[in-house]
């Protein structure tokens, strides 16, 4: 079965950097299109940014751009987010998500990323 | 930027009650829309694509309908875990996709 596990979150101060990971199994991760979406407490979803299967497109929404970067290494089935830079208002749940024609078809749990000093 | 807008933010229902939801776009998406339902602590599930095609998995009380810039989510006969937050997807402005503001469906 398809499974998507996020790790990386934790604490860290405004300004510091951290990098969020997705293990992926139970489909072909080199076939498929991945997103990061990310959920403030309390708050709805963002899309933050994707990436496709072979990494040469990859975009960000405008709140993140230039600070966060995805990117893949489909040999160890695994997606990454670094995020630099970091803001009050990056703090969050961040999920990764399988991209289907269809939309975001299967999640992961989610990892909370807390931004404070 | 393509925005999406969902009506109404809150909702509070029965069971047995028929519920529907409505997402706005603030242009045309021919059918490029996606529902989600999120129960608190969890991930949120993709129940509907292409405005009106259900998941495989998803009960058949959950339906969608609309094209361009106004759709509407369904659930026939609400039960008890159907109560959640439901959001809308754009998947029309490629490479970059928005989400409506979310509705919230609690016990009445």
């Known amino acids: 079965q398809v499974q998507l596990v996020e790790s990386g979150g934790g604490l860290v101060k405004p300004g510091g950097s951290l990098r969020l990971s997705c293990a992926a199994s139970?489909?072909?991760?080199?076939?498929?299109?991945m997103s990061w979406i990310r959920q403030a407490p309390g708050k709805g979803l963002e899309w933050v940014s994707y990436i496709s299967s072979s990494s040469s497109y990859t975009n960000y929404a405008d709140s993140v751009k230039g600070r966060f970067t995805i990117s893949r290494d489909n040999a160890k089935n695994s997606l990454y987010l670094q995020m630099n830079s970091l803001r009050a208002e990056d703090t969050a749940v961040y999920y990764c998500?399988?991209?289907?024609?269809?939309?975001?078809?299967?999640w992961g749990q989610g990892t909370l990323v807390t931004v404070s000093s | 930027d393509i925005q999406l807008t969902q009506s109404p933010s809150f909702l509070s229902a029965s069971v047995g009650d028929r519920v529907t939801i409505t997402c706005r776009a603030s242009q045309g998406i021919s059918s490029y829309l996606a529902w989600y339902q999120q129960k608190p602590g969890k991930a949120p599930k993709l129940l509907i694509y292409a405005a009106s095609t259900l998941q495989s998995g998803v009960p058949s009380r959950f339906s969608g309908s609309g094209s361009g810039t106004e759709f509407t989510l369904t659930i026939s006969s609400l039960q008890p875990e159907d109560f959640a937050t439901y959001y809308c997807q754009q998947l029309n402005s490629y490479p970059t996709w928005t989400f409506g503001q979310g509705t919230k469906v609690e016990i009445k």
């Open positions: 139970g489909f072909t991760f080199s076939d498929y299109y």
């Open positions: 998500a399988r991209l289907d024609s269809s939309g975001l078809d299967y």
